[in-house]
């Protein structure tokens, strides 16, 4: 009978365990993480030789995360922070270029979709949640496309690989693929 019990107590106690080290339903918060770059080359692509590129998770209590990925060509850095309460996950923040900067928002009320405001730009994550950045003479330009971020490579030679075999990133970013339309708030 002892042993029985004590069987018993190992398979409460692995399950607690194993159900502890998940995240909890319902969680909330923003997390973060950046990458920059500057290769030198003959023939520099932007967004491809010089970027930044910035990776937000949003949690508002939904199963799986929000990831949203703003990938800005000849950045220099981003600055960002982030903040989440019982109503909405929100990152905000800046990329720094060219002497200028470029601010960005990110926010969800349910954690399955979000706006995004990039300069003047209102864009919505139920279009993708990849958005490509790169600043003309006088305006930024977005191009906002549907792919699965989640499974983006992590490391900076992964992603430089990834956008030099995805042609709609190299032609926006040598300035052959159209922005996407995106509501304007000037």
């Not at 060509?73 to 996950?89: E, I, L, Q, V």
């Not at 490509?132 to 549907?146: A, C, H, N, P, Y």
């Not at 971020?149 to 075999?165: C, E, I, N, Q």
Request: glycine share 6%; with cysteine; aromatic share 4%.
């Amino acid at each position: 009978m002892a042993s029985k019990v004590n069987s018993l107590l190992v398979v409460v106690v692995v399950i607690c365990l194993s159900l502890s080290c998940r995240p909890a339903h319902g969680e909330r918060g923003v997390r973060s993480s950046s990458a920059s770059w500057t290769i030198v080359s003959e023939d520099p692509v932007p967004g491809i030789s010089k970027a930044t590129v910035e990776a937000v998770t949003l949690r508002m209590g939904a199963p799986e995360p929000l990831k949203v990925v703003f990938w800005c060509a000849d950045a220099s850095g981003s600055s960002m922070r982030s903040s989440a309460d019982k109503d909405s996950a929100v990152s905000e923040g800046v990329f720094s270029l060219q002497g200028d900067e470029i601010p960005i928002r990110c926010e969800t009320k349910d954690g399955r979709t979000a706006s995004v405001m990039i300069e003047d730009h209102l864009l919505h994550t139920d279009q993708g949640t990849l958005f490509l950045i790169t600043k003309g003479s006088s305006e930024v330009k977005v191009l906002q496309l549907d792919v699965d971020v989640m499974r983006l490579p992590t490391s900076v030679d992964g992603l430089r690989d990834y956008a030099k075999s995805n042609e709609k990133i190299v032609n926006f970013f040598a300035g052959e693929e159209k922005a996407s339309d995106a509501s304007s708030t000037q």
